[in-house]
T-cell receptor, first 112, second 112 residues
Framework: RKEVEQDPGPFNVPEGATVAFNCTYS??????FFWYRQDCRKEPKLLMS???SGNEDGRFTAQLNRASQYISLLIRDSKLSDSATYLC?????????????FGTGTRLKVLA | NAGVTQTPKFRVLKTGQSMTLLCAQD?????MYWYRQDPGMGLRLIHY???????AKGEVPDGYNVSRLKKQNFLLGLESAAPSQTSVYFC???????????FGQGTRLTVV
């Protein structure tokens, strides 16, 4: 079983739709949580951090449930430019530093 | 700001050849990482460094070596390339604390 699990998709949604991605992690020692966005053939870029209290950045809302070891990302009013792969990332301690564990990503295609 | 720069961006190697991938960052970050990304596998950590002159193994280090002689550079070497090393390689750097990891543009390596 992978340490960070995501539904690979693809999620095909029309413009303006609301879409939700889920992610589960298996290591309870995980300390921090993030969503990264990766465009086709590009590098991953930080979309947002995820906090226990939940956090919002414009059309994006991230939530964390530590008890269930579950992370979510909600995108409202989807735009064509939201089409990308969304990577769930968990950070935990590694000797001398931290280790980022990446999910395999969920592909989103927003259709006109 | 250049951020994290990887060279080369593309390379085709024959089995048994060696090569070095260069990662350079201009953000004065302490921590640097090398990942490989394969379909269905997500990003996997090859080696990492917590500072100049230090390196450590990640989860898939076999067949690779690294060096961090200067703080801004992190080199990844393939001693004797194998087709299983065909992948997209990403370098990342991060500052101390809970800082965001910044990625280079990636190197697409094909071993034939």
């Amino acid at each position: 079983r992978k340490e960070v699990e995501q539904d690979p998709g693809p999620f095909n949604v029309p413009e303006g739709a609301t879409v939700a991605f889920n992610c589960t992690y298996s290591n309870s020692a995980s300390q921090s949580f993030f969503w990264y966005r990766q465009d086709c053939r590009k590098e991953p870029k930080l979309l947002m951090s995820v906090y226990s209290s939940g956090n919002e950045d414009g059309r994006f809302t991230a939530q964390l449930n530590r008890a269930s070891q579950y992370i979510s990302l909600l995108i409202r009013d989807s735009k064509l430019s939201d089409s990308a792969t969304y990577l769930c990332v968990v950070k935990r301690t590694l000797t001398g530093t931290y280790k980022y564990i990446f999910g395999t990503g969920t592909r989103l295609k927003v259709l006109a | 700001n250049a951020g994290v720069t990887q060279t080369p961006k593309f390379r085709v190697l024959k089995t048994g050849q060696s090569m070095t991938l260069l990662c350079a960052q201009d953000m004065n970050h302490e921590y640097m990482y090398w990942y490989r990304q394969d379909p269905g596998m997500g990003l996997r950590l090859i080696h990492y460094s917590v500072g100049e002159g230090t390196t450590a193994k990640g989860e898939v280090p076999d067949g690779y070596n690294v060096s961090r002689l200067k703080k801004q550079n992190f080199l990844l070497g393939l001693e004797s390339a194998a087709p299983s090393q065909t992948s997209v390689y990403f370098c990342a750097s991060r500052d101390r604390g809970n800082g965001e990891a910044f990625f280079g543009q990636g190197t697409r390596l094909t071993v034939v």
